[in-house]
């Protein structure tokens, strides 16, 4: 809804109300991509002022049935600045892992190669979940999802997606698919946990540490708990990773970080998980087991992985008593937060809390990134279709999206202590870092945004 200065003037003195002069339907901005920054959306879209305009009475606000900063699928409205006038606008969301969304907004698919005979899953190529992604249709009343190609007036593609890497580095070629990159938002971190145990043995509580050298071992193939803890006596247990498929940020980050190959296969473990019809991996919570292995034991699930960070904190408060495994997970900071803090319905259901690890002996903390002493962490971006033009209602959204996020960096205190004992930022502020990367890759030198 655009608003004239008259129009403008007559709502501030109370002769017309917002609703009262509010059109059929407002503009629909539609973005994807990462889930590891949806939190850090989520603090900016809904505090006025930053991604929306403050001064308008009940805006911005969510409109989906869906509120939490943890939701995969949320829509904002809110009013933005566009061509000099002031429009009502809904931001539609569909987080779906920063790869899975530049794929989407390249107007690709991604495709992945899998086989699990133990899980039935017959060996094919299959498509990345989430790509393409589902939104919910303003014509429902923001209460039914549907792709876009479903939704009459929507664009063939999503406008915008979140990545927490650049497009340089992607699945989806910047050579063949160069789509507008509007810069670095902000310094996305990341953890690892190790998962819950009930009934702690020696190998699971000697596991305090991962390094470089031991994850770039780990994520190629389970090692000797030994390896890890260099106590001898734990040669007859095994640490294996629980982490992310190919459409994952997190997980290109941690590649690139791991210095293991961003296109190297993997080989990733899971707890009580089953293979839809379309090659999905997806967690088996229908029963009141949940939260203790089933019959399979923990699974190998090759180079396929998880779409979203909160199944991967789910696996981590699984009981893994007695499996002679220590599971470890790497997760963006709101979701490890969720999996250090169990539910009271997966402590009934025979979980707890996963436990935080140092990376090279530093835990994740504000100030440990900051100053270059933590190293895992990405660069995120925000990233619009080909061609977009800074003058559409995507280039003007993407504009007060970039403004929302840097403006809620601004605003985020820097906490003291670390993961441990204090909640961390999820996105951390470029301008308050004392070192940068160049590249996606590669150890944090010492230089400024």
Not at 165 to 173: F, I, N, R
Not at 197 to 213: F, G, L, R
Not at 286 to 299: E, S
Not at 400 to 421: F, K, M, P
Request: net charge negative.
């Amino acid at each position: 809804m655009k608003i004239n200065k008259l129009t403008s003037t007559l709502v501030a003195l109370g002769v017309l109300s917002l609703a009262g002069v509010a059109q059929a339907s407002n503009p629909v901005i539609y973005i994807t991509g990462s889930t590891a920054a949806r939190a850090f959306f989520y603090n900016a879209a809904k505090t006025p002022g930053q991604t929306f305009l403050s001064g308008f009475a009940g805006y911005p606000k969510v409109v989906s049935p869906t509120d939490s900063s943890g939701a995969n699928q949320i829509v904002y409205e809110g009013y933005i600045n566009s061509g000099g006038t002031t429009n009502l606008v809904d931001i539609d969301c569909s987080w779906t892992g920063s790869e899975a969304g530049i794929a989407s907004v390249a107007g690709q698919g991604l495709h992945q190669t899998l086989a699990n005979s133990t899980l039935g899953l017959a060996s094919g190529s299959y498509n990345l979940p989430g790509v393409p992604p589902t939104f919910y249709t303003q014509s429902s009343g923001w209460q039914m999802t549907a792709a876009l190609s479903a939704i009459p007036g929507a664009p063939s593609v999503p406008d915008l997606a979140m990545a927490d890497t650049s497009q340089t580095v992607s699945q989806t070629p910047k050579s063949l698919y160069p789509l507008v990159d509007y810069g670095v938002v902000g310094i996305i971190p990341f953890t690892f946990m190790k998962g819950f145990e009930k009934t702690a043995d020696a190998t699971w509580s000697n596991v305090v540490n991962i390094t470089t050298a031991q994850i770039n071992q780990l994520i190629g193939s389970p090692q000797k708990a030994s390896f890890v803890t260099g106590v001898s006596t734990d040669s007859s247990e095994s640490v294996a990773v629980c982490g992310r498929n190919i459409g994952s940020g997190t997980r290109a980050n941690g590649l690139l970080n791991f210095q293991y190959g961003i296109n190297t296969p993997v080989d990733q473990f899971a707890y009580r998980v089953f293979y839809t019809a379309g090659g999905v991996l997806s967690e088996d919570t229908t029963n009141a087991l949940a939260y203790t292995p089933d019959a399979n034991g923990l699974v190998e699930v090759f180079n396929d992985g998880f779409d979203s960070g909160g199944n991967v904190a789910k696996e981590m408060n699984i009981d893994g008593t007695g499996q002679g495994v220590v599971l470890v997970g790497y997760l963006g900071v709101s979701d490890a937060f969720a999996a250090q803090t169990a539910t009271s319905g997966q402590i009934t259901a025979g979980g707890g809390n996963a436990t935080y690890l140092p990376f090279n002996g530093v835990y994740e903390s504000d100030n440990a990134v900051i100053n270059g002493s933590y190293s895992y962490w990405g660069q995120e971006h925000l990233l619009g279709v080909t061609g977009q033009s800074p003058t559409s209602q995507a280039g003007y959204a993407a504009t007060a999206i970039v403004n929302g996020l840097l403006a809620n960096e601004v605003a985020a205190s820097v906490a003291s202590g670390d993961i441990r004992t204090v909640a961390q930022t999820a996105v951390l502020a470029k301008t308050r870092m004392q070192v940068k990367r160049n590249l996606d890759s590669g150890f944090p030198q010492v230089g400024t945004y």
